[in-house]
């Protein structure tokens, strides 16, 4: 068995259908698209990418299948779900997700149509895999699809420790000797065994203080802005969203620079925009904190001329209301599985401090700040 | 000047004071105390020393003081400080602190006399350093003596760190650099600098998983509390407080041997006493968990002759109210210095999720369980 | 002082200089050039970058002064050499050295040039620092220009260390605090203090092992090869040297997909050529091991013809003949300095094995090999 | 199955034998015996024991045996050799079994007789396992036995990495996921497949680092000579050769303390000797270089009485002529076996190297030093 070396998991052996699924151009594309995205715009270290990404998250679909003792045709599902899970990404990962979405009126996974249409569907036909069931298993239907997408999948366990290595902030570094050890079914749910209450803690932990200092770091939120401003009007032009959606990163970094200068330019240098808001839930109005895209363009808009700068200086930043999906991780507690968020005192304070970390943005080039903050302030009512 | 290798700091420097202070007897002593006495039971790779970790506290003073400004005089006596301050532990460190205080009626850190009677005193005199200054230090008096003990001290920073590394437990990898770098004055109380509330809440977060899963483990517990017990018969022997406090570790496992070779040789092979009761908050009456050791012991006599087994062989652990000092960190919000309970919804979330990790227990030979554990439920009034 | 998050070196401060320098476009663009160029396409964790190594070097030239006790001014220029070293690089880094050098008849460091043509001169002078003084550094040349480039400088130092940490092979992870202390000034020349023969010795030894098993890895070979070749063609179409050599990785990329996409689309997907002929010196006549690239062409356009097989279809890869730049590093042995030739047994050694490692390749794609092979022993004469 | 946390392989899992093994007095008596010695005086941090070696080589041994396709009955009396390879050493492990074979005539590894007549007998037997088999596997007879104990055995393959990561020094880092990888069995002999001269070179050359670095560290010899001849006194009084060699450290440096304080103390101090003569192999004669212990104590006694000093003041410290066991290390190159002193040009030169590094040390008190210098290098004719 072929293994390749890995600065996590140090050596991961690939199965045969691996072996054949990683020359596929669908996988190596994910070698020219990073993990995180506009994060290395803030940690330099950070450039790994999603290949490598979906090699760690193959090793541990394997380990958890091996301690769960699933094996057989089952077990290769899995492990092709587990290696394909990011094949239909854009550009840019979850950056251009939103983009791609409101274009196509489907989400990013479009994983379904991608495993019948290309080589992908070959490759596992002939091994005798079924396109649809790793699909569904990519989906996190049924019950071994929990562990590719769920609360307590192997994606998170594999990300979270790549990217506390590659960024060096080590909050990331959960322990998934642990966790894959405490994986059980139960009525056909993933839990976490008895005793595994603090494990489950402790992945819902990592996950939070990696995404205060890493994920939403607010100079990664800046340029993710931009860049999606960007790849608006990139396919506002004469780029197809079918196209947009196959570039890789680099694809991406060229067509920008030719087509959107002003923006491709500044990321491409790191010349980014500043804050000229930054304003936590206390200081925004209900209803702002609602906005869709498309609102926060209106507004974007509005604010611009009202400072009297282009439109397209301007961008706001309405993040997502916060949620803790690991909250909902199952665990057994005194032989009855329940949620976490009902075993553990941690969870409704984590909900409470993500909530306080929200911050709403609006951004602009530096010599607009004054002009824009105040007109933003304004338009957005923002205390 | 001179460098030491080690394991979690890589070179640490010495100054010409720390060069002499390491020379000496009463800082030589701490290459034989470990640092986590009995939780080595439960991961075998922890066995490092105080003395690693006096090394290691003093590198970090080093650091916070170059990032705080401090130097000269000062800097001299908080480096001392650091580098001495837990040589007036007894054998196993916190473990028979208790013991210790309970004969003597002091705390165990009678450091001020030892920095007066020791070979210490001349060192530091001899490089014009005030040893009252320094036990003032090591007790966390004065502004800079919250370096050395308090809150944000680099005791904590160090031992989290170099726990996690040898234990292998990833909980505990904070990242002392951002730690230190956001250490500011702010009328004479050492704070957090502003944006670092996350910073204070991965340092809680950090204690808090490593005290689950690491420090308050039952079976660290079990063999603490067998320790305990034997040191304190022992103490009832021909042994002198005075003679226990200045053993080392292997003094105290060979005098354990020839002198109470019941439990020293238990100890000695990891031959352990059971859990015959483990009960939680709910399941224990107010009164009982306020108990201190001498109603621990009455207790477990009663225990004993209540289950009709010797009466050295019942242990009745209850360990204090928990209590998160770290909780108290000061952090500036707004320009305003706050104490961490009052800026981070965790806190008290944490405060109530040790609470309920909470737990008392009553340990036995595995021979004597069923009785033990009956007639502990009924002399405590466990539910 | 401001400070970036590394993921080897942990926290890095930036003086005002560097922090100026960094936001140049000629910094930020190596943001988008790997270090380690087709070796990631062995090693998929490879993925860093050029820019975060300049931080790395930049970081352990600070110390070696700090070391040294070299400030001020001379200082100064030393870390905005060591910063800069790497600007110079066209697209995927040394990989495309030689191509750049035979089209302008220069070397990739036209390192003067560029910082007296670009923004870098303005950030450098506005500091008070010379680009001339500082480009000669980076040449290497003065008592501290070997600091950055010499047998003992800081780009060695962080490269090994980096690469072992991004690909997971261990055999770079020199002691870099123990070469740092070492360092000393004897009548001008950069020497490792007495003692450390066996400092030396690991320096040259991790080398040799990274050579064989990351930097000379046969599978970046070949895709070097490719890369190479697709190169020539890019720049005997419409594109100029002058454009090529201030590309970023993903710029070649793109160029090569749309101008060169026989081996462009191979080199994206990982679909690589193969070895028809692997030789070592024993079986490659004398004059073929020291063939230049035109000759190499040639052979390949003659191995082709006797093949029949399309001439661009044919690699011919000659490395240049074994050196061991590390092994004249210079040390201190009973207080006369030596070349580490002179002093150490393990330099000869060392030579012999890297001449032993040596191998001539012949590329070609699958379907091809074995009239490739044929073809290529006979017009090379390979034994 | 059960797992122990390590802080090298993380979890290793133990199968029951290997659980049931692990709860003998005579394994738990190895978490009371230091991997290192006296190198803890150098390396801080390098406390580890020899039972967390111990389940470091035997997961190693679980693994080989799973690449090697090995299983059964074969590979439990192989993993159980793992695990108890280390249980017949005596306190501070190598460094008192000269002392024990010059008492016993037989060297420390009495293996046999204690697994016949210790608990190890019946729980090796309660699992159907062969005592003698597990005995001639420690000895590394047979096929099995070179994996236990060989060139390519994975004891070293535990302590390089481990040792590296106790004591910080990073010279030992091999890639032992590759040497695992890489072991074949061909005419019943263990060696490295086609392809891995560098592989087995990487080997020897952490070997070599480590022990120039770590293992022969001068200042960890001067405390050896001490310790060796403490003990020596110890068994001159009335402590039995069987006792002593059942002592674990702690044992061990109490009794020092109180029947050989003079040296006791200072070890327990790290209050050492020093070097009155370091002397390389051009500097000391032939017939020198080859003398006994009992050799080595004449003249020791012969300088003292010369230099008119106390005999036990004096210490002569004369090392083995340098050998290179990892050097017959067997490889596969063209098909054929062979060792890898023929295949790699490296070893030669590393056997030069050692010799290169050997020296002759003569150790006393400060105060002693100028007088012994003069007496030992005439009394020994060192140049």
Not at 83 to 108: A, S
Not at 347 to 355: F, I, K, N, S
Request: glycine residues 8%; aromatic residues 4%.
């Amino acid at each position: 068995m072929n293994a390749i070396k890995d600065s996590v998991h140090d050596w991961i052996p690939l199965g045969p259908v691996a072996a054949d699924l990683v020359d596929t151009p669908a996988l190596q594309r994910l070698r020219h698209i990073k993990q995180l995205s506009t994060v290395r715009l803030v940690y330099p270290s950070a450039s790994h990418t999603r290949f490598e990404h979906s090699l760690g998250v193959y090793h541990l679909a394997r380990e958890a299948l091996r301690f769960l003792g699933v094996d057989g045709d089952r077990a290769d599902h899995v492990r092709a779900a587990a290696l394909l899970h990011d094949v239909g990404h854009g550009p840019y990962g979850h950056q251009t997700e939103d983009v791609i979405r409101r274009r196509t009126g489907r989400d990013h996974d479009e994983i379904g149509q991608l495993l019948h249409e290309t080589e992908l569907a070959g490759v596992l036909e002939s091994h005798g895999l079924d396109p649809d069931r790793v699909a569904d298993l990519v989906a996190g239907e049924g019950e071994l699809g929990q562990l590719v997408s769920g609360e307590l999948d192997v994606d998170r366990m594999d990300y979270l420790v790549r990217d506390a290595h590659h960024t060096g902030v080590p909050y990331g570094t959960i322990d998934h000797g642990r966790l894959l050890r405490a994986l059980r079914y139960r009525d056909g749910r993933l839990v976490l065994a008895e005793g595994n209450v603090p494990t489950a803690e402790s992945l819902l932990l990592a996950r939070a203080l990696m995404d205060g200092t890493v994920y939403r770091h607010h100079v990664s939120r800046i340029a993710g802005s931009m860049l999606e401003r960007a790849c608006e009007r990139l396919l506002d032009g004469d780029v197809s969203v079918e196209r947009f959606r196959r570039m890789a990163d680099h694809d991406l970094l060229v067509a920008l620079d030719e087509s959107v200068p002003a923006l491709g330019e500044r990321l491409e240098r790191r010349d980014l925009y500043k804050r000229a808001v930054w304003a936590d839930l206390g200081r925004v109005p209900e209803a702002v904190t609602r906005m869709d895209r498309d609102d926060e363009r209106a507004a974007a808009r509005e604010i611009a001329d009202a400072a009297g700068v282009a439109r397209q200086s301007v961008l706001v930043d309405i993040p997502p209301r916060p949620a803790l999906k690991e909250s909902r991780t199952r665990v057994v507690v005194d032989d009855v599985v329940q949620r976490l968020e009902g075993a553990s005192e941690l969870v409704a304070a984590l909900r409470r401090a993500r909530r306080a970390q929200w911050c709403l943005g609006v951004y602009c080039p530096e010599s607009a700040l004054e002009a824009v903050e105040t007109a933003a302030e304004d338009v957005l009512g923002v205390a």
